[in-house]
């Protein structure tokens, strides 16, 4: 099973050097000299890992397969994949990872409010992008007193918006329009 640790931001430098977006709990481990790892788009890799040294909070990642910025620039947006056997061994109940969560109903009580689309890993908390039945996107901080229960055996997540949530993103609700100042 491939698991993604990894998305590639910008270039640094001039000697091939990329920013790296991390989504695993374990960099240390992830992103060491030799490591090799499954690219998507398949036309940007396989890569390995020449160096990994952290910039203030930002991980730097050079890579044996470029060798300058025009090539770091190119690979830009990538997501980087490790092959892995340990998610069934892993059987904790103290996250998820993307792939499991995408494609999950949403509901509110019985109702279904959309489908799971992403999952954004941020510093202070995780924000899941639900997609309704009508196209519009809604963050949802990925937090328990939101979402109390991640189903992913019957394919569903419970969430408990607060009030407002779902109109947040609507740019006819009246909440929308006092946020963009047009009433005032």
Do not use: C
Request: aromatic fraction near 6%.
């Amino acid at each position: 099973m491939q698991l993604q640790v990894a998305r590639i931001g910008k270039p640094h430098g001039i000697r091939g050097e990329v920013t790296v977006q991390v989504l695993t709990d374990a960099p240390a481990e992830r992103f060491v000299a030799g490591t090799e790892f499954v690219v998507e788009p398949a036309s940007a890799g396989p890569l390995t890992v020449r160096s990994a040294r952290w910039n203030k909070d930002i991980l730097l990642l050079g890579f044996e397969e470029i060798a300058d910025r025009n090539a770091a620039e190119a690979i830009r947006g990538a997501k980087l994949y490790i092959e892995t056997e340990e998610l069934d061994d892993e059987d904790d109940d103290e996250g998820w990872y993307e792939h499991e969560l995408v494609g999950l109903e949403a509901r509110v009580g019985s109702q279904v409010v959309g489908k799971v689309a992403a999952l954004t890993t941020l510093p202070v908390q995780d924000l899941l992008t639900v997609t309704t039945d009508e196209g519009k996107e809604i963050l949802v901080p990925f937090v328990d007193e939101i979402v109390p229960e991640v189903n992913i055996e019957d394919g569903y997540i419970l969430i408990t918006p607060p009030a407002g949530l779902f109109e947040l993103n609507d740019d006819s609700s009246p909440e929308a329009k006092d946020a963009a100042g047009d009433d005032a």
